[in-house]
Every structure is written in structure tokens, then in C-alpha cells.
């Protein structure tokens, strides 16, 4: 088994050599963080009806109609209080509805989103390359209700500002060595 020798390793591409992939990141990271948001808001919305005294989920095309508000239920041998605790203190929770559960894909698809974002922030993170208290906000802005939306302007303006600091970067780079390579003479 052969190691690897650091002197065969490919280097890593500095920030100013991956402008399009940056501005590709920067967008990725903006849909999934309102993506995120949106169904986060969801969810609390669906915890808030289900774990509140309303005590209902949200079932789309059972014997009640398109879109209905099914009642929760302790199951057997369950206190009533156990309606009130997300988790039920061990105790199941059961629905009373029929039909698709909008509650619980609202929370299943918000899991996988809340995925997909976090890898929208670590490749934003990892392209600029960003300390590493960035990467712990962005990933927060996906699990507290609208510090998506909050972190998602200020990481947004942030990586803009990056992005021209790099693309000036870049141009005076260019321009610097058109100016070199005029300046030499041409052989014949």
C-alpha cells in the first residue's frame, strides 16, 4: 500500500481560481436557506397546532375533505399531559385522521432539506473559506424559526463582498500580467 507524499498531492485551488463555482455557492445557499426558513416556519406552525390545546395535524384528501384538521389522541394508557410534551413523555401520540398526513411530511421534508442546506453552507463556507463560527451560524439559521432569513442576508451580503474583493483581485492579477508580457520583448 502505497501513502501519498504531500509533494504529489494537487494543491488546493486558491478562492480567486474558483470565481464561478463561488457565485454558484453563493446562490445554492440563498434558495436553501429560504427553502429551509419556509418549511421550518411550517413546522413550527404544525408542532404549534399539534403539541398546543387545539391538539389537531393537518390531513389532505381523507373521508373529511381536501384539506382537514384531524384531532390527536393519547394512546392507551397514556395522561392527558402527555399532549403537551413534543415526544409525549414516552407515550405515542395518535391521530384520528385519514388520508395523507401533511404534518408529518411537512416534518420529514423539512429534515432533508435542513440536509441539503447544511451542505449549501459548508461548500459556501469551504469555497471563501470563511472561519469556522460562520459555518456553526449558517447551520443554526436552519433549526431557530427566522435566523434563517436573518442569517441568510448578512451571509449573502458578506459572501458578495468577498466575491468583489476576489474579482478585483482577479483583474488587477490580469491586468498586471498583460502589462508583464508586453513589456517583454518578443523573440523572433
Known amino acids: 500500500m502505497a501513502i501519498a507524499r504531500a509533494d504529489r498531492l494537487a494543491p488546493v485551488p486558491r478562492p480567486i481560481e474558483q ?3 463561488i457565485r454558484s455557492a453563493v446562490g445554492f445557499y440563498r434558495v436553501m436557506s429560504w ?4 418549511f421550518l416556519l411550517l413546522l413550527v406552525a404544525e408542532m404549534v397546532l399539534k403539541y398546543s390545546p387545539t391538539h389537531v395535524e393537518v390531513f389532505a384528501g381523507g373521508s373529511r375533505g381536501p384539506l382537514a384538521l384531524a384531532p390527536v389522541v393519547p394512546a392507551e394508557g397514556c395522561q392527558w399531559y402527555s399532549l403537551f410534551v413534543p ?3 414516552g407515550c405515542e401520540i395518535a391521530s384520528l385522521g385519514d388520508g395523507f398526513n401533511v404534518s408529518l411530511a411537512i416534518l420529514i421534508v423539512h429534515g432533508w432539506i435542513y440536509v441539503v442546506y447544511l451542505l449549501a453552507c459548508f461548500r459556501l463556507w469551504s469555497k471563501l473559506r470563511w472561519p469556522f463560527g460562520r459555518l456553526l451560524a449558517m447551520a443554526l439559521g436552519g433549526v431557530v424559526p427566522f435566523l434563517s432569513f436573518i442569517v441568510e442576508h448578512r451571509m449573502h451580503r458578506v459572501a458578495l463582498d468577498d466575491l468583489a474583493r476576489l474579482e478585483a483581485e482577479r483583474a488587477r492579477r490580469d491586468d498586471a500580467s498583460a502589462t508583464a508580457a508586453a513589456s517583454t520583448p518578443q523573440e523572433a
Open 19 to 21: 470565481l464561478p463555482q
Open 87 to 89: 415526544g409525549g413523555m
Open 35 to 38: 427553502v429551509t426558513g419556509v
